[in-house]
């Protein structure tokens, strides 16, 4: 019997299991794919380009100091910053130039000044000012168990002098109305729209203010590139598992998870059937209610909780691009806004229109599009003369009207989302070599990303921090499983490459270990 199987190898379940290792315990982590990493992951889809299989910039993790803490630096982790951070094209037609997100503030500052005005500029400066120190508390929230406590402390606990109710009613507002609080060009409010979207939900839902007010950080530590694709991180962590005898199998999927008395058995497709002490469950936690009921959990209970986790109508899609060039932007000063993210809308009616169709099962209107295109940052990605492109357009549904199928619809989409981008830098579709297209149905068949979501489940507020995915199982815990610990994008803080919700799982896991010692040394 071994301490500890860990289910899945997404970031977040090995971040898990690397902490429980560093502290001792016999690991193992089990994944059914032959590909290390989940979503974080990167494989060569063209000759020569290590391609992202799902996420691509690093932003929350660079925060969280889980880097530093388990040193992936000495097992090949190394970031690059993306600097400028991100781009906002000029809309078509427009003389005026795009705007530049430097890390550098008075940089920003001045870019703004001159696509938008002195106006928005000096707002810009007061929101980074406001909403910097206010987003390292949702980080530091983040980066902890959904407590009410440590939840309260983080995002209330500020000075009186900071707001008091009226800084409680601002985190729980939109984020438009965050927007029109500060700004007046619409540009800049739909830059700054896209960017807190990432996250899922449109600017428009309560409790989504905090998701622009990241913005602000991105000037003390921007939006990092791991060097050799997105699945350098989740290598590192393997690697830092095996240094401390861990071990990792692929290829082996779990089939079923079983309780008897204080031991897990987890049976797997290879007839495999291993005894631990505790189960880490690193998958979709819909995926992880399926394990549970087939090794005899209660199915009435289970049920009632799949009814009321929403995975939502779908997310978006992913094209991959090999290129011989990089998006030349007509708006822009110089080729180095190709080093961070391109936030290709005008306005947020743009944005609106694309969320709107999602629900009622249609293709948006136009796509919203976000460019990356890291071989200009890490030319070891892509073969010489050639560079690599992806392209995310957001709000794009799982589930499509009508009888239509994805398998029909995704190549004309793909070719829709290129031309997006050709529209603000002419002659890019020219500069496609090959290409690789992900709807919605693909990321869920590839990565289990059940809804083809790649956050698992909504980012709405009903569904975040001690509520999310469901109250019952908000502590990375499942009532009557004893010993079984939830991790990953279904639990808090949600989707997005941070690892916080591993490092919790884990201390969670080993506090409980602890205090079982205390209780079995003082019986004895």
């Known amino acids: 019997m071994i301490d500890a199987v860990v289910v899945g190898s997404g970031h977040n379940a090995l971040v898990s299991a690397c902490y429980l290792a560093r502290s001792g315990w016999s690991v193992e982590v089990i994944e059914r794919d032959d590909v290390l990493g989940g ?140 927007l029109d609080e500060y700004f007046e060009s619409e540009h800049l409010k739909a830059a700054l729209a896209w960017f807190g979207a990432q996250s899922g939900p449109p600017m428009s839902e309560p409790g989504t203010a905090p998701m622009v007010g990241f913005a602000a950080l991105m000037h003390t530590i921007p939006p990092g590139r791991a060097v050799g694709g997105s699945g350098a991180l989740t290598v590192a962590l393997a690697s830092r598992l095996r240094s401390d005898a861990g071990t990792v199998s692929l290829g082996d999927s779990v089939t079923a998870l079983t309780r008897q008395g204080d031991v897990w058995t987890t049976r797997t497709s290879s007839g495999r059937e291993i005894r631990s002490r505790v189960v880490v469950a690193g998958c979709h936690v819909l995926t992880t209610l399926d394990l549970l009921e087939r090794g005899g959990y209660d199915s009435r209970t289970i049920d009632r909780w799949r009814h009321r986790i929403r995975i939502g109508p779908g997310i978006g899609m992913a094209v991959r691009l090999a290129t011989d060039a990089l998006p030349d932007y007509s708006s822009a000063p110089d080729s180095s806004v190709t080093h961070g993210l391109q936030l290709l809308v005008s306005d947020r009616a743009h944005l609106r229109l694309a969320h709107g ?119 990375h815990r499942v009532p009557g499983a004893d010993r079984l610990y939830l991790t990953g994008a279904s639990t808090h803080p949600g989707g997005g490459v941070s690892g916080a919700s591993g490092r919790s799982a884990a201390h969670i896991a080993l506090r409980d270990d602890r205090r079982g010692l205390r209780r079995l040394w003082a019986r004895r």
């Open 357 to 475: 169709a999602a629900l009622a099962g249609e293709l948006p209107p136009r796509p919203a599009v976000l460019g990356m295109s890291f071989s200009s940052l890490d030319p070891s990605i892509a073969p010489a003369g050639e560079h690599q492109v992806t392209l995310w357009s957001q709000w794009q549904p799982y589930r499509l009207s009508g009888s239509r199928r994805w398998s029909d619809l995704a190549g004309p989409e793909a070719d829709r989302i290129i031309a997006e981008v050709d529209a603000l830098a002419p002659g890019f579709s020219a500069s496609v070599l090959d290409r690789h297209v992900q709807s919605p149905q693909d990321l869920e068949e590839e990565m289990g990303l059940l809804g083809g979501n790649v956050m698992h489940v909504e980012m709405s507020l009903d569904q975040m921090m001690m509520w999310r995915p469901l109250p019952e199982l908000s502590g």
């Open 39 to 178: 979503a974080v992951s990167t494989v060569q889809r063209f000759p020569g380009h290590k391609v992202d299989r799902g996420s691509s910039a690093h932003i929350m993790v660079r925060h969280t100091g889980i880097v530093e803490e388990l040193d992936l630096g000495a097992h090949g982790l190394r970031y690059l910053d993306c600097d400028p951070w991100a781009f906002a094209p000029a809309p078509v037609g427009s003389d005026r130039p795009g705007i530049v997100f430097h890390r550098s503030l008075a940089a920003t500052y001045q870019s703004i000044r001159e696509s938008c005005g002195t106006a928005d500029a000096d707002a810009y400066r007061r929101f980074v000012e406001v909403w910097g120190p206010r987003s390292a508390r949702v980080m530091r929230a983040f980066s902890k168990p959904p407590t009410a406590p440590a939840l309260l402390s983080s995002f209330w606990g500020l000075e009186a002098a900071d707001g008091g109710i009226d800084l409680s009613r601002q985190f729980l507002g939109s984020g438009d109305a965050l």
